[in-house]
T-cell receptor
Framework: NAGVMQNPRHLVRRRGQEARLRCSPM?????VYWYRQLPEEGLKFMVY????????ESGMPKERFSAEFPKEGPSILRIQQVVRGDSAAYFC?????????????FGPGTRLTVT | KNEVEQSPQNLTAQEGEFITINCSYS?????LHWLQQHPGGGIVSLFM???GKKKHGRLIATINIQEKHSSLHITASHPRDSAVYIC????????????????FGRGTQLTVWP
């Protein structure tokens, strides 16, 4: 039973390029969360998705960032026109449910470096 | 002010010592998580609790809902326990549409010397 998968594990992009981060939740999980960890800072919530729905995107920057979780396939966090300040570790987590005593299982993270 | 405050920020111990990391939070919660993060590595969930106390091996986590406080204890600490320990709370019923999201403390960097 594979855990949460994220790819790529490391991603280097030049300023202005697009970054696509993928997250495959644990089998049977339909809830996905994306978190960002900036250098020397704590983890911050970005977005919470269920299949085909964005439930809470209150932590997403208003511009350049988008997320989706299609009916089939992984969840995608997309960053357009990356800037140096986007360099961070991006973690996704999945759970069986959103409310109630559901454990969130974290992926290994994608470390994005913008040059 | 952060919704979740951890102390201490850094902790150094000798192998075998008893370790305590504290976490206070200011929001209504449905659960509290203790997470472990190794350098360059991913995040592992150690505990999820909403009341009382849980124990797993040398690790013990307690929570006091009335006081909005939790502690993580490590007995007989070992160098392999060296990591960042993160307290996170899952928002509760009073947060409306933000149900399920986690609020994180800044983490406690633990170093255990042999």
């Amino acid at each position: 039973n594979a855990g949460v998968m994220q790819n790529p594990r490391h991603l280097v992009r030049r300023r202005g390029q697009e970054a696509r981060l993928r997250c495959s939740p644990m089998k049977g999980h339909s809830h996905v969360y994306w978190y960002r960890q900036l250098p020397e800072e704590g983890l911050k919530f970005m977005v919470y998705l269920q299949k085909e729905n964005i439930i809470d995107e209150s932590g997403m920057p208003k511009e350049r960032f988008s997320a989706e979780f299609p009916k089939e396939g992984p969840s995608i966090l997309r960053i357009q026109q990356v800037v140096r300040g986007d360099s961070a570790a991006y973690f996704c987590a999945s759970s069986l449910g959103g409310t109630g005593p559901y454990e969130q299982y974290f992926g290994p993270g994608t470390r994005l470096t913008v040059t | 002010k952060n919704e979740v405050e951890q102390s201490p920020q850094n902790l150094t111990a000798q192998e075998g010592e008893f370790i305590t990391i504290n976490c206070s939070y200011s929001v209504g919660i449905s659960a509290l998580h203790w997470l472990q993060q190794h350098p360059g590595g991913g995040i592992v969930s150690l505990f999820m609790l909403s009341s009382g106390k849980k124990k797993h091996g040398r690790l013990i986590a307690t929570i006091n809902i009335q006081e909005k406080h939790s502690s993580l204890h490590i007995t007989a600490s070992h160098p392999r326990d060296s990591a960042v320990y993160i307290c996170a709370v899952r928002s509760g019923p009073d947060r409306g549409s933000t149900l399920g999201r986690l609020y994180f403390g800044r983490g406690t960097q633990l170093t255990v010397w042999p």
